[in-house]
């Protein structure tokens, strides 16, 4: 089990490395920054988030990170829990159990919660997400189900 502290180090130390690289070494560009930030650092107590994206490539996550305020990367309590495809985030390497254990160990640490296409909307991932918004934390979704290669509208999912 990773430590709340050592997930909090870890996250804040991508968080913020990220931000810097895409800023800085990329020149990104963002266009109302202030919405998302307002909704996620001075939202009402107990207030649930959820936001929802279509899935570009696989580190449009962290994008959406960079226009955070610094600060928010050293609050683990802040960021958001996001729903992810258990056979491609926990179980695509069964065969190979030490690739496994880190790529479980990875999507852990980032706050992801396993739901499995295709089970539909009562599953334990689900319930669990449920949860952390009843409790005002921000969840995720990528309703698409899968990275968009093409930037064509694709069904959502469940």
């Not at 955070?68 to 683990?76: A, D, E, N, T, V």
């Not at 979704?141 to 959502?156: D, I, S």
Request: hydrophobic share 35%; with cysteine; glycine share 8%.
């Amino acid at each position: 089990m990773v430590s709340k502290s050592a997930s909090s180090y870890r996250s804040g130390y991508c968080g913020i490395g990220g931000r810097i690289y895409v800023q800085w070494k990329h020149h990104w560009q963002s266009h109302n920054q202030n919405l998302i930030q307002d909704l996620v650092t001075k939202r009402e107590p107990g207030t649930g988030l959820i936001t929802f994206g279509n899935h570009q490539c696989f580190i449009d996550d962290s994008f959406v990170w960079t226009d955070l305020p610094y600060s928010f990367h050293l609050k683990l309590s802040q960021h958001r829990w996001v729903l992810g495809s258990a056979d491609v985030c926990f179980h695509k390497f069964l065969d190979q159990p030490i690739k496994q254990r880190l790529i479980e160990w990875f999507f852990c640490a980032g706050k992801t919660v396993p739901v499995t296409h295709g089970d539909g909307i009562y599953q334990p991932g689900i319930d669990w997400a449920v949860e952390r918004l009843k409790m005002g934390e921000w969840v995720n979704l990528y309703p698409e189900g899968q990275v968009n290669k093409y930037n064509e509208w694709m069904r959502f999912y469940w």
